[in-house]
């Protein structure tokens, strides 16, 4: 299989010792009425150190079999509301200072 990157959003976290299950999601075109669906699938994923939150966006790239479901592995995150909002939180408190 070539090599393939999935952009998804994490869904669940922490249940499984370095995994964490990212949806994938994509749209297509019905072919009769022409209206826009939305398609899913969850994929596990490997995430080595444990960073991942839930509501992350992250990149996923495929890899060989992890485990028996486990087929990606963690490539980068590329958007984490937590980490925002720390950052956000950390520059409130320079302002005030």
């Known amino acids: ?6 952009t998804g959003i ?3 976290v922490g ?3 370095k995994t964490a299950t990212v949806t994938v999601s994509r749209h297509i075109i019905h072919k009769i009425t022409g209206k826009r669906i939305e398609r ?3 994929i596990l994923t490997h995430d080595e150190q444990d960073v991942l939150r839930l509501s992350d966006t992250v990149l996923i790239r495929n ?8 087929r990606f592995k963690l490539e980068k995150i590329l958007k984490s509301p937590e980490t925002e909002r720390d950052l956000a939180h950390m520059q409130a408190a320079q302002q005030q200072s």
């Open 1 to 6: 299989m070539p090599p393939m990157a999935l």
């Open 10 to 12: 994490v869904t669940k």
């Open 15 to 17: 249940c499984m010792h």
């Open 40 to 42: 899913s699938k969850k």
């Open 63 to 70: 890899c060989p079999p992890i485990s028996a479901r486990k």
